[in-house]
């Protein structure tokens, strides 16, 4: 089965700042990660996803993220975070025998002035 | 957001009374989903539909109910027998449907609805 994990609730960083959102998934085949953002009240905004190819991969709104087989993680990244970043992030994975996605708790960043 | 709408946009229901929350989408996508959010939790799949006159019940399926009598279409309804129907409802759609997506398609999502029960 697959399963998707965000090991934080919640981060913290100063805006101007890089910034990391953290996801580990589990899958039985190759996987297919998807990073989505949800502002409040809002639906899901895509972000970009990783399906074959070069580890890392560039999305909307200057973000990033670096597939790692190894390790299992999708983390999501920034080189320097905005206040108007602040917003709930979801991690999903899919592979190649699951129909739909499977999506994390999700992780609430918060960006400080 | 585009593309794909929901309505209306906050709903509120007596105990005992179905509604049925809309979703269009005019992106010529097969495949449509609705997923329900919780304040803390990650979204949980109800129901999706890979072609018209065909849907598949997801992990939390019990006391929703949904038809595909269209493409651009996929209504939910939220029945009396909904426990604990109080949520954010997301509607979303993806290329994919049974001519073969192999989980490489984005799924797009609606603006949402928010259901109270009163």
């Known amino acids: 089965a697959q399963s998707v994990a965000q090991p934080e609730d919640q981060v913290n960083v100063a805006e101007g700042n890089p910034l990391t959102v953290k996801c580990t998934y589990s899958?039985?085949?190759?996987?297919?990660l998807f990073w989505y953002v949800q502002y409040p009240n809002r639906g899901l905004q895509f972000l970009l996803k990783y399906i074959t190819g070069d580890n890392l991969v560039k999305g909307s709104y200057g973000f990033e993220a670096e597939f790692n087989k190894s390790q299992t993680s999708f983390h999501l990244k920034k080189p320097s975070a905005l206040v108007s970043d602040s917003a709930l992030y979801f991690c999903?994975?899919?592979?190649?025998?699951?129909?739909?996605?499977?999506f994390g708790p999700g992780t609430r960043l918060s960006v400080l002035p | 957001d585009g593309g794909i709408t929901q309505s209306p946009k906050y709903l509120f229901r007596k105990e005992g009374q179905n509604v049925t929350l809309s979703c269009e989408q005019n992106l010529n996508h097969d495949a449509m989903y609705w997923y329900r959010q919780d304040p803390g939790q990650g979204l949980r799949l109800i129901y999706y539909?890979?072609?018209?006159?065909?849907?598949q019940k997801g992990d939390i399926a019990e006391g929703y109910s949904v038809s595909r009598e269209k493409k651009e279409s996929f209504p939910l309804t939220v029945t009396s027998a909904q426990k604990n129907p109080t949520a954010f409802y997301l509607c979303a759609s993806s290329i994919d449907g049974l001519a073969g997506g192999v989980g490489t398609d984005t799924q797009y999502f609606g603006p949402g609805t928010r259901l109270t029960v009163l």
């Open positions: 899958v039985s085949g190759n996987p297919y």
């Open positions: 999903a994975v899919r592979d190649t025998y699951g129909q739909n996605f499977v």
């Open positions: 539909s890979q072609i018209v006159n065909d849907f």
